[in-house]
């Protein structure tokens, strides 16, 4: 599958204590390894939100995949994934590895007009996601059984970007992706991105410390306030032109009064 092309024009975000971020513009080819970074407080986890259509901006708009934000959220939520994003996909300690993978591989949705996939087409593409995402749970403490707060901080962040990748998404996104892990730990989390982005998939990753050869969207501190998110819906009011449910054409409208924090509330979404 061809990875997404994503691009922004001057897109914002403001909340009821001023502007999240502001004035991003970007534009990425399909396959691309995007990195975001910025000061703490500078908007860097609700542009990632934004573009991957979990969060409504206030001004500008993107592209993803050919899908216009804000207009196509839907669309855009359908081909983009989150990875590891705190306080929004967030694993369960206590849950093994086999407990995570299940579960999310029973919740997938098949597509519509196709029958239910057999348990062999599943194990066919928990498979798959792992050998991307180069998590061997045989090489775990306890394999497979390990539960996540037996995990090292980078087979977390394995586990939760196969997960992720179960949905076989064309864009792929993960938050704070080098936080807390050594030189010789993040030269392996680039490397395992840099891997996707050679198999199509575009990724989009905040991070402290990019390397040199990706290319950079810098957010700068601007205020506060939190966005709108936008909740995870296929019953939304009004039909795309294409027949996809979710999307409202021309609804680009935020409001501004209190809100719950934008990254619970959208993991609740």
């Known amino acids: 599958m061809e990875g997404a092309a994503v691009s922004a024009r001057d897109l914002g975000l403001r909340g009821s204590s001023g502007a999240v971020f502001e004035g991003v513009?970007?534009?990425?080819?399909?396959?691309?390894?995007?990195?975001?970074?910025?000061?703490?407080g500078s908007g860097r986890t609700c542009l990632l939100l934004t573009l991957t259509g979990r969060m409504r901006p206030t001004s500008g708009h993107a592209t993803v995949a050919g899908h216009r934000v804000p207009q196509r959220m839907g669309s855009v939520r359908r081909v983009a994934a989150l990875g590891p994003v705190p306080g929004v996909t967030d694993l369960e300690p206590?849950?093994?590895v086999t407990e995570h993978?299940?579960?999310?591989?029973?919740?997938?949705?098949?597509r519509r007009g196709l029958r239910r996939e057999r348990a062999a087409e599943r194990r066919e593409r928990v498979a798959e996601a792992l050998d991307r995402a180069g998590l061997r749970p045989g090489d775990l403490p306890k394999g497979p059984r390990t539960t996540v707060r037996h995990l090292e901080r980078l087979e977390a962040l394995r586990l939760g970007v196969a997960l992720a990748l179960l949905d076989r998404p064309r864009l792929l996104a993960l938050d704070d992706a080098d936080l807390k892990l050594s030189d010789p730990e993040r030269a392996e989390l680039w490397e395992l991105l840099r891997g996707l982005?050679?198999?199509?998939?575009?990724?989009?990753?905040v991070c402290s410390e990019p390397p040199p050869d990706v290319l950079t969207v810098r957010t700068t501190t601007t205020g506060e306030g939190p966005g709108e998110p936008v909740e995870e819906r296929d019953d939304a009011p009004g039909d795309a032109p294409d027949g996809e449910p979710g999307d409202v054409p021309g609804d680009d409208t935020t409001g501004e009064g209190d809100a719950d924090d934008a990254c619970t509330t959208t993991g609740r979404a």
């Open 101 to 110: 993978l299940r579960e999310r591989a029973l919740l997938r949705r098949p």
């Open 25 to 40: 513009s970007l534009e990425a080819p399909p396959g691309a390894l995007i990195a975001v970074t910025g000061p703490s």
């Open 197 to 205: 982005t050679e198999e199509g998939t575009t990724v989009l990753a």
């Open 94 to 96: 206590s849950w093994t």
